[in-house]
């Protein structure tokens, strides 16, 4: 079947390996790539695909209510898959503005327009999909009653081998009740919310899916990953908040986004869905993972970026520890991660060495300065 399909937040990580996937799997498909462009937006992401007939990206902000219904009419949209968002904990901390204009107020300024325009068409909502990407955080933290690890009470085909461990007993499942802690997780929850109302309310066609901290290709060197591999290239101190305690469960994102698109195309209207690889590490001990890889890959004595290690002061209302559960993906619609961690954390150690121009272009700041100008008065 033909659709129009408006991706959202197509230039940031996640949003990037949506697109890609989306625009390679499905020539038929109109791919549109609506974003702001914001610091953490950057089409050099998606050079691989810019030129295909089925591809377009169109800047526009998704606070921008009528220009999002005119888009929607022009190109007879019939799907959304929302990821644009203020996504960083840090920054939210400093600027919760942002986060509830973007998140809440961008994403009922979505729902509205979707609505307007699904509701003038004679089929109405009939084949049509409003898709919410929305995060793990929303459920707070859980209790990190085993400091060590212990064997966890759920296995998959990916887990890693050598690690494998859960920090608790407690789990992240969907019927967990929201407990944000952070302006992020808050604005994310407020816009979670939104969605589910527009189902209940309105009948529109809603999924919302939970994913667990993401890491691969693309991402934006403010986040743990890509910021430390680039400062252990560089020498630089790797800023540990706190004491490194803290638990994250992390999914490579290329296994989120075939996520993303088995539930666009086979998920079950008004239904949530955790999405995770039962992959839990401490920051320290994943700290250690990329340190080592880092200086086996740039042949430095093993362990020597080990003294680049500085404990800091930890990030206010730091969550201690997230674990999702996605039995229900995995039991319903078949989904498995596909890497283990270990193949996973060398990917994209390796991507991120070998990629150094795109990472300079971010971190020189060249790259906005090129996108404004580039853009300016479209
Ligand atoms: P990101 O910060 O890398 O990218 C966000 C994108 O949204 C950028 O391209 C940015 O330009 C765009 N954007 C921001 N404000 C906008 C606006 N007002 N109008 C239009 N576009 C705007 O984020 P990410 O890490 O790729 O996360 C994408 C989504 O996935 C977010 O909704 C986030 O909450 C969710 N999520 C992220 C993770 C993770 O680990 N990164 C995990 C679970 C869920
Ligand atoms: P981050 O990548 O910001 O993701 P999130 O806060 O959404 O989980 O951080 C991952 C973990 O790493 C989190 O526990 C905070 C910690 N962290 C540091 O210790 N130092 C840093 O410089 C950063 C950015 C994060």
Not at 53 to 58: G, I, L, M, S, T
Not at 194 to 212: E, K, L, Q, W
């Amino acid at each position: 079947m033909k659709r129009s399909i408006v991706i959202t937040g197509g230039a940031g990580f996640i949003g990037s390996h949506v697109v890609r996937l989306f625009v390679n799997k499905y020539p038929d498909y109109n791919i549109i790539n609506l974003d702001k462009l914001t610091y953490a937006g950057n089409l050099a992401n998606l050079k691989d695909v810019e030129d295909r007939p089925n591809y377009k990206f169109v800047r526009m902000d998704i606070c921008d209510f009528e220009a999002f219904y005119a888009l929607m009419q022009e190109e007879k949209v019939d799907g959304i898959i929302h990821l644009a968002a203020e996504s960083h904990v840090d920054r939210s901390i400093k600027d919760p503005f942002t986060f509830a204009r973007t998140n809440v107020m961008g994403t009922l300024s979505l729902l509205q327009a979707a609505k307007l325009y699904w509701e003038s068409l004679p089929e109405r909502y009939e084949g049509k999909r409003f898709y919410h990407i929305s995060t793990d955080e929303v459920y707070g933290a859980l209790e990190l009653t085993h400091p060590e690890g212990i064997e966890p009470p759920f296995t998959t085909t990916a887990s890693s081998s050598e690690h494998h461990l859960a920090y608790g007993t407690d789990f992240f499942y969907e019927t967990t009740k929201y407990n944000p802690h952070s302006p992020y997780s808050a604005a994310k929850a407020s816009s979670d919310h939104f969605v589910r109302a527009y189902h209940d309310t309105y009948g529109m066609p809603t999924i919302v899916t939970n994913c667990s901290n993401n890491y691969g290709p693309y991402q934006f060197p403010e986040k743990l990953i890509p910021l430390f591999i680039n400062n252990i290239r560089h020498r630089r101190p790797l800023p540990v908040y706190g004491k490194g305690e803290n638990v994250r469960d992390w999914l490579y994102v290329e296994d989120h986004a075939r996520a993303i698109d088995l539930i666009f195309h086979k998920g079950t209207v008004a239904e949530t869905y955790n999405i995770g690889g039962f992959n839990e590490w401490k920051n320290i001990d994943l700290i250690r993972v990329m340190i080592k890889t880092v200086d086996r890959l740039l042949g430095n004595p093993e362990g020597s970026s080990l003294e680049l290690i500085t404990y800091v002061t930890d990030r206010a209302g730091h969550d201690l520890r997230y674990a999702i559960d996605s039995t229900k993906l995995q039991k319903e619609l078949g989904w498995e991660p596909s890497l283990q961690f270990e193949e996973g954390i060398e990917k994209t150690v390796r991507w991120y060495l070998d990629n150094q121009e795109w990472m300079d272009n971010i971190t020189s700041g060249e790259y906005e300065k090129y996108y404004e100008s580039m853009y300016a008065g479209r």
